[in-house]
């Protein structure tokens, strides 16, 4: 490896470190309650007193309100008949977040909040009357006129879960972090590529059977490409009717999942084959660098699972967990060549 | 099926499976494939082998 490229790889590398440390101290602070009420109302009058819980924000910051509420499992956002009324206070109680609906997921806009102790308080309103009574004490510009249907307001017990999280606003730091990972890709490509081809230095090949067996691991590949999307088409399906089950997974996560599956099963087929390395590629700096790009991947996954973020809503996605899939994903290799190569040695 | 010839005919000249994998350009492992009947190697490949070894085709490849 030339000193040019040696000082390019350690600037890439340095570079992904200074966005991992930057992740790190990036304002966080995720705070959370949630809540399993069974509500019941009879003639008009519900059995439940107002509830909620205190939550602490420990540094000052960019934070939004995350709420959602629905009946039971979470297969459907399916409203009760009744409404539910939200307050967040401080302790001053200036500070005031009001919000009043059947069953709802609600982001609010971003919010700068001082460090101290948030009051979240849900109100059960069975009747027409205490609707308006809530949103005329508590929302801005409420028209008492407004009649919701009468499906709102009908005896029942409901079995509910309430939940609430003041969140770090991470958005803009994930929009650059997006971008970053994006330039840096492309900026790594067109540097490898352009030393590539300005290298005088020999062409490192794969042998005849090493391309037969690489032509092996494309089938496997392929086979378990084919069987998983396959299953994913009708898991998916399934999935899309809200009676059967919900999967704790999005769709990209999902597709992402099966792209590297195949690309596993076609690296750890061509290393169990001695087809994965070109002829005297340099396999210990190889195995590094996928340990050091593995384990800052996971590292940054740990960091949303610590933070309470890996799930956006409820469901596990690309943007979230994603790095920590990759890191995973790509730690297969490492421990693949170090079994292989401890085979080997046995062997010998 | 193993093949013992080419074995023989490289322990002959003193070569180490890298040795002879050096010579004709492909992996130790792939010269190990062979040997232990794992793969069957092309005509090229067998040519250059036997140049390096300095022996036939029919010396080493045939039955």
């Known amino acids: 490896m030339s000193k040019k490229s040696k000082t390019l790889t350690a600037a890439f590398l340095g570079l992904i470190i200074v966005i991992t440390v930057a992740a790190f101290f990036y304002p966080k602070g995720n705070y959370s309650t949630s809540i399993d009420r069974i509500i019941e109302i009879e003639n008009g009058v519900a059995d439940a007193e107002p509830f909620g819980s205190i939550l602490t924000v420990k540094s000052k910051g960019k934070y939004r309100f995350i709420a959602d509420w629905w009946i039971g499992e979470k297969q459907v956002y399916k409203s009760p008949s009744f409404i539910t009324g939200l307050i967040v206070t401080d302790e001053t109680g200036e500070f005031k977040y009001p919000l009043a609906a059947g069953a709802i997921h609600i982001e609010s806009g971003v919010m700068e909040l001082e460090p101290g102790r948030y009051k979240v308080t849900f109100y059960v309103l069975p009747t027409q009357e205490s609707y308006n009574d809530f949103c005329s004490a508590n929302l801005e510009n409420f028209n008492p006129s407004t009649t919701l249907a009468a499906s709102f307001f009908t005896d029942g017990t409901w079995d509910m879960h309430y939940s609430f999280k003041i969140m770090a606003d991470t958005s803009r730091f994930a929009a650059v972090s997006l971008i970053a990972g994006v330039a840096v890709g492309i900026l790594l490509v067109v540097i490898v590529a352009t030393l590539a081809i300005k290298s005088n230095a020999p062409v490192k090949k794969y042998d005849e059977r090493q391309i037969a067996m690489q032509g092996k691991a494309y089938k496997y590949a392929f086979i378990t490409m084919v069987i998983y999307f396959g299953l994913f088409a009708v898991v998916s399906t399934l999935s899309s009717l809200p009676t059967l089950f919900t999967l704790p997974f999005s769709a990209d996560i999902l597709v992402m999942l099966g792209v590297l599956t195949g690309a596993m099963v076609f690296a750890v087929t061509a290393i169990i084959h001695d087809a994965y390395f070109r002829l005297d590629e340099n396999q210990g700096f190889i195995i590094i660098l996928f340990v050091i790009t593995s384990l800052i991947n996971i590292a940054i996954g740990v960091v949303h699972i610590v933070n309470g973020d890996h799930a956006g809503d409820g469901v596990i996605n690309m943007l979230n967990s994603g790095n920590l899939l990759c890191g995973a994903a790509l730690l297969v290799l490492p421990i693949s060549i170090m079994v292989k190569k401890l085979l080997d040695r046995n062997e010998d | ?63």
């Open chain 2, 1 to 63: 099926m193993k093949n013992l010839k080419l074995k023989a005919a490289r322990a002959s000249f003193d070569m180490s499976q890298q040795d002879l994998a050096d010579k004709v350009g492909v992996s130790r492992q792939t010269i190990n494939a062979i040997e232990k009947g794992d793969y069957n190697p092309t005509i090229n490949l067998c040519i250059a082998i036997c140049k390096a070894l300095n022996k036939t085709l029919d010396e080493l490849f045939w039955e």
